[in-house]
């Protein structure tokens, strides 16, 4: 007998939040592959769309226009921060997935162990493929486009350390947000694969 099966075998309020906790558990591991799906959608159009507007590649969208507009971002804003924690919620414990679940999730753990590693090197060799060589030129680049233009520094800001810790919170915040939804993409990817 399992320590939730204990639980639950008491009388009184203890018992029924016990069995309300096992039955919850269960539907969850029952349609755990439907709720990755969905906070993955969510997450991933929130995070892109955020990232798109950040580095200005997608206008800012004026929601004012129309009630349909409003009504998009009032439901963007109310699925975004749950989906997310669900997501992560999902992906941290372990005692919602089945054993199918399990072996899939260890490979997509694996392929993300491998992306982190690669990636870094992959990235640093595009740079200096097409950055330029010289490190005043590579300065003058960088240093505007670092970060997003609506978070470009202050131009009388003469500590480099301070610009370098903007920079690094900045990209540390951004990563903390993708990398559950990379994970859950790898997640999806294996599982498609093991379906085929």
Known sequence: MQASDQIASFGGPVGWIGNGLIKTRNAIRRNYNLLIDICFWIQFYVQGKALLQDFRILPEPLYSQSDFGQFLYRLQLTLEYPS??????????????????????????????????????????ILLTFLPWSNEELVKFMLPNLLP????????????????????????????????????????????????
């Not at 609506?150 to 003469?158: A, G, K, Q, R, Y």
């Not at 610009?163 to 951004?174: G, K, R, V, Y």
Request: aromatic letters at 18%; a positive charge.
């Open 84 to 125: 997310g924690w669900i997501l992560i919620f999902l992906l941290a414990f372990s005692s919602f997935r089945d054993e199918f679940c399990e072996r899939i999730w260890a490979r997509a753990a694996t392929s993300f162990a491998k992306f982190l590693v690669l990636f870094p090197t992959i990235w640093y060799g």
């Open 149 to 196: 233009p609506h978070m470009e520094l202050v131009p009388n800001l003469e500590n480099i350390g301070m610009i370098q810790l903007q920079a690094m919170n900045f990209m540390l915040m951004e990563i903390v947000l993708v990398l559950p939804v990379l994970l859950a993409g790898f997640y999806k990817w294996n599982r498609w694969r093991s379906g085929n």
